[in-house]
Each structure stands twice: as C-alpha cells, then as structure tokens.
C-alpha cells in the first residue's frame, strides 16, 4: 500500500513538472478513479448487506469451520481471538451459534485430579452467557453441553463487531474518506486549471508565431517592392 501511494505520488510531480497535458489529464483520470473507487468501496463498507461484508463473513466463516479449536488446550491464534472477542462481545460464531451446530465439536480439558474428560459440547464454552461464566467452569461446561440456545449468546460476532465499529469509529471514518476525497477532488481542479493554463500558453505561442511570420512576410514583401521600385527609377 505505501508502494502504491509513493508511486501514485511520484507520477503526480512527474506530471504536474512536466508540464505536458498528456500526462497531466493521465494524472486527472487516475486522481477521478481513486475517487469513484473510495466512494463505492466506503457505500460497501457502510451497508452490512453488501458484497463486500458478505464475502468477508464467507471468509470468517470458512476460517472458522477450519482452523477454530475446542479445547482447554487450543494453541491456534484465530481461537484466541475469537474466543476473546466472543466473551467480551458478548456473541457466538460468526453469523451465530449455528456455526457451531455442522459438525460435532469435542472439548477436552484435565481436571485438578489429572483426569482428562472429553465432553461433546454443541457450542464453545465462550458462546455461554455471563451469567454462567460468572459461576465458574462447571457452570459454564454445563451451559455448552445444553442444546438450550436460552444459555447462550445468539448474536453474531460479525454484527457485534460491525456495530461497535459503527458506534465508536463510523464518524472518523466518514469524515476522514470526506476529506481524503476533498484533497483529491482540490487536485483534480488544480490540474484542469494547470492544463488550461498550458493550453492557453501554447495558444498564445503559436499566435505569436504566426504574427511573427506574418511579420517577416509583409517585410519580405515590402523589401521586394522597394527593390523593384530602386529598378524601375534606374531605368527611368
């Protein structure tokens, strides 16, 4: 991304010093396709239901049929996170709890004695309300081997997230895109004004070019006529 921004940013001094309008107007149709880019991408990233947000929770999803370990001894760090985001968002899975019903989901921890318990659990032990962690780890064991959707979480992490986001970022993300989209917009002005001013120059020069020529023409053609003058009163 900083590649891309210093490249975009060279071209843009290589086009406003070279002063051709080739490469200014080149620089102009990059600068309104970044806009129009900014503007589509922050309507997606606005609109919970839009593609960009589907394919993203698609993304999460298969991440964490794949990679999301049950178990006191998960070492993955997609279930660190998710585990932390699920108990301080107060969520389950990705879309839900159903994320968690496809496929049976075992849960192996050592009691204080050194004895290891596997347990079938319907859902992960972070999904299960506050109420039930706050009891302790039997409790909250008990709540993941129910298949009462009562004791836990049913909102998806991804809407929590979306909303937090929203609630706490949305409007320094708005007003940062607006003003990045106002720079962008001020340089596209001052380009058209920087190739107008060329074009006005290269007017103005081919004008005076052509007076000039017109110039030495009628003082060729004069110069003629004073010739020819100078012959005829040497005859006379």
Same mark, same amino acid.
């Given at each position: 991304?900083?590649?891309?921004?210093?490249?975009?940013?060279?071209?843009?001094?290589?086009?406003?010093?070279?002063?051709?309008?080739?490469? =200014?107007?080149?620089?102009?149709?990059?600068?309104? !396709?970044? @806009?129009?880019?900014?503007?589509?991408?922050?309507?997606?990233?606005?609109?919970?239901?839009?593609?960009?947000?589907?394919?993203?929770?698609?993304?999460?999803?298969?991440?964490?049929?794949?990679?999301?370990?049950?178990?006191?001894? !998960?070492?993955?760090?997609?279930?660190?996170?998710?585990?932390? @985001?699920?108990?301080?968002?107060?969520?389950?899975? =990705?879309?839900?709890?159903?994320?968690?019903?496809?496929?049976?989901?075992?849960?192996?921890?050592?009691?204080?004695?050194?004895?290891?318990?596997?347990?079938?659990?319907?859902?992960?032990?972070?999904?299960?309300?506050?109420?039930?962690?706050?009891?302790?780890?039997?409790?909250?064991?008990?709540?993941?081997?129910?298949?009462?959707?009562?004791? =836990?979480?049913?909102?998806?992490?991804?809407?929590?997230?979306?909303?937090?986001?929203?609630?706490?970022?949305?409007?320094?993300? @708005?007003?940062?895109?607006?003003?990045?989209?106002?720079?962008?917009?001020?340089?596209?002005?001052?380009?058209?004004?920087?190739?107008?001013?060329? !074009?006005?120059?290269?007017?103005?020069?081919?004008?005076?070019?052509?007076?000039?020529?017109?110039?030495?023409?009628?003082?060729?053609?004069?110069?003629? @006529?004073?010739?020819?003058?100078?012959?005829?009163?040497?005859?006379?």
């Amino acid at each position: 991304m900083g590649v891309a921004l210093m490249a975009f940013s060279a071209f843009g001094l290589y086009a406003v010093t070279s002063r051709k309008p080739l490469q =200014i107007y080149l620089f102009i149709a990059v600068l309104l !396709a970044a @806009v129009i880019g900014q503007i589509i991408f922050l309507i997606n990233m606005l609109d919970l239901r839009s593609q960009f947000h589907r394919r993203m929770r698609q993304s999460l999803s298969t991440s964490l049929r794949t990679r999301y370990e049950f178990g006191a001894d !998960a070492h993955d760090t997609f279930t660190y996170i998710m585990n932390g @985001v699920m108990l301080m968002g107060e969520c389950c899975g =990705i879309n839900g709890p159903h994320d968690f019903t496809v496929r049976r989901n075992h849960y192996i921890h050592t009691t204080s004695g050194h004895v290891t318990h596997n347990a079938t659990v319907v859902f992960p032990l972070a999904c299960c309300h506050r109420s039930y962690i706050e009891r302790g780890f039997h409790s909250t064991l008990d709540c993941a081997l129910s298949w009462s959707k009562q004791a =836990i979480n049913t909102e998806g992490c991804y809407k929590t997230v979306y909303a937090y986001m929203s609630e706490n970022f949305g409007s320094a993300i @708005v007003w940062i895109y607006v003003v990045i989209t106002y720079v962008e917009l001020m340089q596209i002005l001052l380009c058209l004004s920087q190739a107008s001013e060329i !074009a006005r120059e290269k007017r103005a020069n081919k004008l005076s070019s052509a007076l000039r020529r017109a110039r030495l023409r009628q003082r060729s053609n004069c110069m003629i @006529v004073q010739n020819q003058l100078r012959l005829v009163h040497t005859d006379v």
